[in-house]
């Protein structure tokens, strides 16, 4: 392949979704209700009330709870008339400990609504104390299985509006909400529809105040949502669902989410390092828009490896606290637990599909002029691991605290994710993950 023009027209040709035996007809669009704009949140109180609510509980985190959102926030929910009393104990990076916390506070204030201001931490801890108020129940009733018993959600949530004050996690465009299982020092989590918020608002003037290595960190997990989505398993090689009520929320690839995705991309190439190191408004917007996209896109068709390999390296820390978060507890937090393996994934995954990790790697920036199929995995992966450079990120497994006597833990830790590995576009042994593992200690 020798120009450019050739692997766009790849990207396009419906190859990638050629039917096969067993294998599903059909996918389904789950779209978000988001609100996107510079001072959205102003709009909150008048969202409120045509929700229904009238006494809510606003959940954030004690940094959170000192920043203009919040006040934002309150001050249109008083002028609307809203009655609301804030919960700023959640815990960054939230554990079952925290999500009973949350819940205690919702039992006791006789809410008809949530609202979350906050990370991915605080709208999904919003979430889960929406549910367990609504329908009591012990913990591991509705978290996945086989850590948990995946009983379905037996009705509707109370409404919930969710207001990122990062960008990345997408939560406030999906039913999932995930936790740390500190007896198992495991990352796992909720996921239904029925935990979708009612609207998310997306108000690009909340970032202003995001650390450099969060910005940073919440790029990548952007960009890898992105990439794990157009790369997944296409919708057509996963099998048929019995029956079309239980086809499963991570679909695989499909031509909906590579639409958004590809562009996601885009934008963080174009706008990643400048906001690190120079932010400006437009990088903001270009952010959150692509967290947006992302968001769509992988809410209907999963993400894969690097995200099932995260959990391990987010559970197994040791000691390692990078700068820009709270330090009251080691933690690798989600954005870093995820790129830091990206890289060796895509030079082990390309050959599945590498159009469309040439077409990633042409997206986040880098020259593909006289590149080869065969290029596909290694381009990215550089590109990848020169935007880890510019914008501090860790140098790999190594750069977080593991070494190879990590590899067996992390791989024994991460081999069981077969909702998250599965969708990668080739099959993986446990040998194979393990390599993988090997791979990501050290890129530079
Ligand atoms: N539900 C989902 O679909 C989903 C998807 C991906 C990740 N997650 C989860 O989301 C969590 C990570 O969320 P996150 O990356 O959004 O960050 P976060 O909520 O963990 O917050 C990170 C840090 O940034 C601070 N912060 C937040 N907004 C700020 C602002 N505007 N200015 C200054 N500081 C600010 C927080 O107080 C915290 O110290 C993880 O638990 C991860 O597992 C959920
Ligand atoms: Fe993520």
């Known amino acids: 392949m020798t120009n450019t023009q050739d692997f766009r027209s790849a990207m396009n040709l419906a ?20 609100k996107f704009g510079p001072s959205s949140l102003r709009e909150i109180g008048v969202d409120a009330r045509t929700l229904g609510m009238s006494r809510v509980a606003i ?77 009591p129940d012990d913990l591991l009733a509705y978290v996945n299985a086989p850590i948990g018993r995946a009983e379905p959600i037996p009705g509707p949530l109370k409404p919930h509006i969710a207001c990122p004050t990062t960008f990345g996690t997408a939560s406030e465009c999906t039913g999932i909400a995930i936790f740390d299982l500190l007896e198992m020092k495991a990352k796992t989590g909720i996921a239904s529809i029925r935990l979708k918020p009612n609207l998310g608002i997306l108000d690009p003037n909340n970032l202003k105040t995001l650390p450099k290595n969060v ?36 679909q695989g690839a499909n031509p909906y989410s590579d639409v958004s995705c590809i562009e996601a991309i885009r934008r963080v190439g174009v706008s990643l ?53 709270p330090t009251d507890h080691p933690m690798v937090p989600h954005g870093i637990s995820v790129i830091v393996n990206a890289p060796a994934v895509f030079r082990f995954c390309a050959a599945s599909c590498p159009e469309r990790h040439l077409a990633a790697a042409d997206a986040m920036g880098a020259d593909i002029r006289g590149a080869s199929l065969a290029d596909a995995g290694i381009l ?29 833990a992390l791989t024994d830790g991460a081999f069981p994710q077969k909702r998250v590995i599965d969708n990668g ?8 993950l393990h390599e993988i593992f090997k791979d990501a200690l050290t890129y530079w």
Request: hydrophobic share 40%; charged share 20%.
């Open 273 to 325: 390092v400048d906001a690190v190191n120079q932010p400006e408004d437009k990088h903001y917007e270009s952010l959150m828009f692509a967290s947006l996209l992302a968001g769509i896109g992988f809410g209907n068709a999963g993400c894969h490896i690097p995200h099932g390999m995260s959990y391990a390296v987010a559970g197994l820390v040791r000691d390692y606290q990078p700068d820009g978060w």
């Open 425 to 432: 576009p080739r099959a993986i042994s446990w040998d194979d």
């Open 215 to 250: 910005m940073a960190a919440n790029g990548f997990d952007v960009f890898s949502h992105a990439i794990e989505s157009i790369t997944a398993r296409p919708y057509t090689q996963r099998p048929a669902p019995a029956s079309s009520d239980v086809r499963p929320l991570s």
């Open 15 to 34: 190859d990638y979704y050629s039917p096969s035996d067993g294998g599903d007809t059909a996918f389904s669009v789950v779209a978000p209700l988001v």
């Open 59 to 135: 959940f954030t985190d004690a940094r959170v709870a000192e920043l203009e959102p919040l006040a934002v926030v309150q001050e249109s929910l008083r002028k609307s008339g809203v009655d609301s009393e804030i919960y700023a104990e959640t815990e960054v990076e939230p554990t079952d400990r925290s999500f009973k916390a949350g819940t205690a506070f919702a039992n006791e204030g006789k809410f008809d609504g949530f609202i979350s201001v906050g990370g991915g931490s605080v709208m999904d801890t919003c979430k889960a104390a929406n549910l367990y108020s609504t329908y």
């Open 380 to 408: 990215l992966a550089d590109r990848v691991i020169k935007m880890m450079r510019q914008t501090g990120m860790p140098n790999g497994l190594a750069g977080v605290g593991y070494t190879e006597a990590d590899l067996k």
